[in-house]
């Protein structure tokens, strides 16, 4: 079974700095490509980020460019995101992605 575990949310200040990371479990994590995706409050799902699966190809949204990373440890079968100059954009619930399997996200607040 698969298993998609986030934490590393909370409450920053504008401007400050967050890292979010993912346990996985249940499938063969350094085969596959990873994701990070977002709701915000009342709005739907976006896309943030990805990472293939030997973590050397990164994308991200025009939104976070230059301002979040996406990283990988597959002997810990762990993804991150690395925060930084967070905006009250940037609020919301973080998921981690992997297919059709989701974890049961993290909540970011950005606010002062």
């Known amino acids: 079974e698969v298993q998609l575990v986030e934490s590393g949310g909370g409450l920053v200040q504008p401007g400050g700095s967050l890292r979010l990371s993912c346990a996985a479990s249940?499938?063969?994590?350094?085969?596959?490509?990873m994701s990070w995706v977002r709701q915000a409050p009342g709005k739907g799902l976006e896309w943030v980020s990805s990472?293939?699966?030997?973590?050397?190809?990164?994308t991200y949204a025009d939104s976070v460019k230059g301002r979040f990373t996406i990283s990988r440890d597959n002997a810990k079968n762990t993804l991150y995101l690395q925060m930084n100059s967070l905006k009250p954009d940037d609020a919301g619930v973080y998921y981690c992605?992997?297919?059709?399997?989701w974890g049961q996200g993290t909540q970011v607040t950005v606010s002062s």
């Open positions: 992605n992997v297919g059709d399997n």
């Open positions: 990472i293939n699966s030997g973590g050397g190809d990164t």
């Open positions: 249940g499938f063969t994590f350094s085969s596959y490509a």
